[in-house]
Nanobody, 126 residues
Framework: QVQLEESGGGLVQAGGSLRLSCAAS????????MGWFRQGPGKEREFVEA????????WYTDSVKGRFTISRDNAKNTVYLQMDSLKPEDTGVYYC???????????????????WGQGTQVTVSS
């Protein structure tokens, strides 16, 4: 069993930066691929980025290319999302999630992730 808790959200002006953290409990954290998702007002939850259990490979959605970076520190049981050059359309609740299935590439569907945090609000003002 893994429990996840996000932090680091807040209000920022367009062009600014935030760093989200996701702290995990549980001994098997390092075995899971981890993903970040977001849900904007009136929108479905969407994939943002994911990272392989080893941290050796990452995947992202095109809208955050060159702006967001996912990383993890398995010694600290923590995954991060560095968000730069933020835009108003990045506004939403950001969730981290854990996938206990080993896949050739990380899953992008929220339904395939088993463990979820409560989310942290990110608001980008124009």
């Amino acid at each position: 069993q893994v429990q996840l808790e996000e932090s680091g959200g807040g209000l920022v002006q367009a062009g600014g930066s935030l760093r989200l953290s996701c702290a995990a409990s549980g001994r098997t954290f390092s075995s899971y691929a981890m993903g970040w998702f977001r849900q904007g007002p009136g929108k479905e939850r969407e994939f943002v980025e994911a990272i392989r259990w080893s941290g050796s490979s990452t995947w992202y959605t095109d809208s955050v290319k060159g702006r967001f970076t996912i990383s993890r520190d398995n010694a600290k049981n923590t995954v991060y999302l560095q968000m730069d050059s933020l835009k108003p359309e990045d506004t939403g609740v950001y969730y981290c999630a854990g996938d206990r299935v080993i896949r050739s590439i990380p899953a992008r569907k929220p339904s395939l992730y088993v463990y979820w945090g409560q989310g942290t609000q990110v608001t980008v003002s124009s």
